[in-house]
Structures are given as structure tokens and as C-alpha cells.
């Protein structure tokens, strides 16, 4: 618990936070890579150029700070961030680099004002929580059987064309180990060696039911965008992975897990490459609960770009109590639209009259998309705390920064 005395002093910085806090994380990075830039490997660099990264920590740093007496509020950013450095490899000895130049750059931030009481709280607040998260990570390595930083080579068997973006691979064991366990909604990151000596790595959600001889990633090559770079490890994957390769991945990790065994109805909204987790979800649906009342809700940009969609009919083909309906925001004139496949924007209040308000309903696809959805539905009367979502990249945290 945070001292009395350091108390005040990380109230006061709120303010200071939010109008400096992209500022100091920036100073941040810059620092921490100047010193350490071995650890660029641990890192997404594209997020780096794009400047998400630096924008997620001032986030994660000024929510901490709002929220440093709210357990219950803090817990959720504190289990993403464990699932995310676990997939990553974060050791112990990691946490006091960190820790010296994030308050390196308070100080050079703010200057005078980084006075050192609240160099010293600061201090203290960050202990508690590398504390914290240390001891979650370490349990989460223990209960994957691994240390931090293991990966396993697997061999890919199979690839598959998804869509005119998405592409998945099957990943098979070279070995007699038996492959991991997982829940529907987690990912493993892989891990690409290029040629002049960097590393970088990426998480993908598994995109099968649990529990097969197999796993399988699906993988969205990422173009150059406005300010979006190119995705260095999707590219690659697309450009360069055959199969009978073999690849290094971590154990699955993530605590987007939708719940399969409640009573409740499922509902299941998508967009993009977001469809991934939810294909995992439905998957294990069809065949552990096909009875299940569900809802799959995706949104593409044309039926060329809708992937998984032979596991969405063979789901039809198993659950008579599936419901699937796809918007596709500009479709080829080919693509055939009817009752359950409409052109536009996603709009789900006309389901309100059915099983939403009763239902548990897990949205996954770009930041935008999912704050407008999460929007609508609350304002329709579906409770908050029957809403869940998965962030691809990092997260601005925006439901704690009001």
C-alpha cells in the first residue's frame, strides 16, 4: 500500500500527468533505447514509429496514478499488462531499468517541478507496482510450465487463404511434447529473427478451438497506412513462411477469455482481423455447446475481405441456435446481401429486442469501432458490466482516463 506521505504527492500529479504524460513517455523510450537498445527486441517498433506505444503508457501511467486506491479498478489494465509482458518474455530484472528511466524522465520532463518528494513517491508507487506485477508474471510462467522468454519450435503444416488480407497457419509440434492448452480469446506471440540481427515479435490469436492436435494463428498482412507503417513481422509471415517450416512461439497468454459455460446468451461482434478470437470462441462452441444460444456479429469491408467464413458455415451446419449477421461497409457489386448481410456501418440496436440486454457480449476489432459499439450498446440498456473487448496493440485505456 502507498504510504501516507507519497500520497499526495501522486494525487497532485494527475493533473501534471495529463497534460505531460505523452511527453515523458516519449522522453522515455527515446532514453531507455539510447541505453539499453537491445531491448528494442522486446518491443513492437512499429508502434514505436507510430507513437501508440508511447501514447499506451502515458495512458497506463496516468490511469495508475488516478486509480492507485482503486484495486478493483486497476486490475483489469494490471492482468492485460501481466498476459502481454508474460507473452513476451518480461524478467524480474527488467523492472528497475525500466524504473530509473521512466523516473529520468519525469525529472527531465518537468524539471523543477520533478521536486524530489515526488521523485521519491514516484519511486515508492512504481515498487508497488513492479512488485505486483513481477509476482503475477512469475505465477503465469509457472502455471504455463515455462520460464520467462521460453519459446518452442513449431512446424507449419498447413496455410490457408482466408481472405485477399488474412492468411492462417497451422502450427504443428516437431515433437512428443503435447502441444499447450488455452482458452478461446488468447494469443501466442512469434518470434522473427531477420537479417540484421534485430528481433521482433507479435501477438496473434489463436483462431481454433482448444484442445486439437494443432494450433492455428491467422495472420492480417498490414499495409502502409497514413501514418501506419507496414507490419514488419505480418509482411514477413505472408512474404517468406511455407509450409513444413518451423517457426518459434511463446505459450498462449491473454486474459480475453470469453465465457463459453454461462447460461447466458453469447453475443460475438467483430471487425477486421478481430474476427479471430471470436472464430476460437464459436469453434469451441460448436463443439462443446451447439445448442447454445449465440450471436456472431462481424463487420468487413466486402465479402473479399471477410475471412474464416468456411468456419462460420460449418458452425451454421452444427448450431441450430446460431444467428449471424455481417455488414460489409462497401461491398463488390457480387457480394450477395439479404436479411442477415447488410451493407454499412455495423448496427446492432435492432438486436436490443432479443437476448442483448441478457446476454454476455465480447466486441474485438480496431480501438474506433469498438468504443462506437461499447457506446451504443450502453446507451441502450446492455450493462456495462456485461460488455468485455480485446485490443489488438496497445490500449489508451480510455474507459479509466475520464
Known amino acids: 500500500m502507498l504510504s501516507q506521505a507519497a ?3 501522486i ?90 528511466h521512466l523516473l529520468g524522465a519525469i525529472k527531465e520532463t518537468l524539471g523543477d517541478a520533478a521536486t524530489a518528494p515526488l521523485l521519491a513517491a514516484w519511486a515508492e508507487a512504481y515498487s508497488l507496482l513492479a512488485d505486483a506485477l513481477i509476482a503475477e508474471e512469475k505465477n503465469l510462467y509457472s502455471d504455463a510450465g515455462v520460464i520467462a522468454g521460453e519459446l518452442r519450435q513449431l512446424q507449419i503444416t498447413q496455410i490457408r487463404q482466408e481472405s485477399v488480407d488474412v492468411r492462417s497457419f497451422v502450427l504443428s509440434a516437431i515433437d512428443s511434447k503435447p502441444l499447450p492448452t488455452f482458452h478461446p480469446g488468447q494469443y501466442i506471440s512469434v518470434s522473427v529473427n531477420f537479417p540484421d540481427d534485430s528481433r521482433q515479435i507479435r501477438q496473434y490469436s489463436l483462431s ?39 517457426i518459434q512461439v511463446s505459450s498462449p497468454f491473454g486474459d480475453f477469455r470469453p465465457n ?3 447460461d447466458a446468451p453469447l453475443v460475438l461482434v ?46 451454421i451446419d452444427r ?37 442483448l440486454k441478457t446476454s454476455n457480449v465480447y466486441l474485438c476489432g480496431p480501438l474506433g469501432f469498438m468504443k462506437k459499439q461499447w457506446k451504443h450498446l450502453v446507451e441502450a440498456g446492455v450493462p456495462s458490466d456485461q460488455l468485455y473487448r480485446e485490443v489488438f496493440g496497445p490500449d489508451l485505456l480510455d474507459n479509466l482516463l475520464n
Open 208 to 246: 481454433d478451438a482448444p484442445d486439437k492436435p494443432y494450433l492455428r494463428i491467422s495472420v492480417k498482412r498490414e499495409v502502409e497506412k497514413d501514418k501506419s507503417p507496414s507490419g514488419q513481422v505480418s509482411n514477413w509471415l505472408h512474404d517468406n513462411v511455407k509450409v513444413n517450416d518451423k
Open 11 to 100: 494525487d497532485a500529479s494527475v493533473p501534471v500527468l495529463r497534460e505531460h504524460g505523452l511527453a515523458i513517455t516519449t522522453t522515455f523510450y527515446r532514453n531507455l533505447f539510447d541505453a539499453h537498445p537491445e531491448l528494442k527486441n522486446l518491443f513492437n517498433m512499429g508502434n514505436q514509429a507510430q507513437g501508440t506505444q508511447q501514447q499506451s503508457l502515458a495512458a497506463a501511467v496516468f490511469a495508475y496514478a488516478a486509480n492507485i486506491d482503486k484495486a478493483d479498478a486497476l486490475a483489469p489494465v494490471v492482468s492485460r499488462i501481466v498476459h502481454k509482458h508474460a507473452s513476451l518474455g518480461i524478467k524480474a530484472e527488467h523492472y528497475p531499468i525500466v524504473g530509473h
Open 260 to 262: 463459453i459455460a454461462a
Open 270 to 315: 467483430s471487425a477486421g482481423v478481430g474476427i479471430t478470437p471470436m472464430i476460437s470462441t464459436l469453434n469451441q462452441l460448436a463443439l462443446t455447446r451447439p445448442e447454445h444460444q449465440v450471436i456472431f456479429a462481424h463487420a468487413a469491408r466486402s465479402r473479399s475481405h471477410h475471412s474464416h467464413t468456411t468456419d462460420l458455415e460449418e458452425a
Open 319 to 355: 448450431m441450430p441456435n446460431l444467428k449471424v449477421i455481417t455488414f460489409y461497409e462497401s461491398p463488390h457489386p457480387s457480394d450477395k446481401l439479404g436479411e442477415n448481410t447488410t451493407k454499412g456501418e455495423m448496427q446492432l440496436l435492432n438486436l436490443i429486442s432479443g437476448p
Open 7 to 9: 500520497k499526495p504527492y
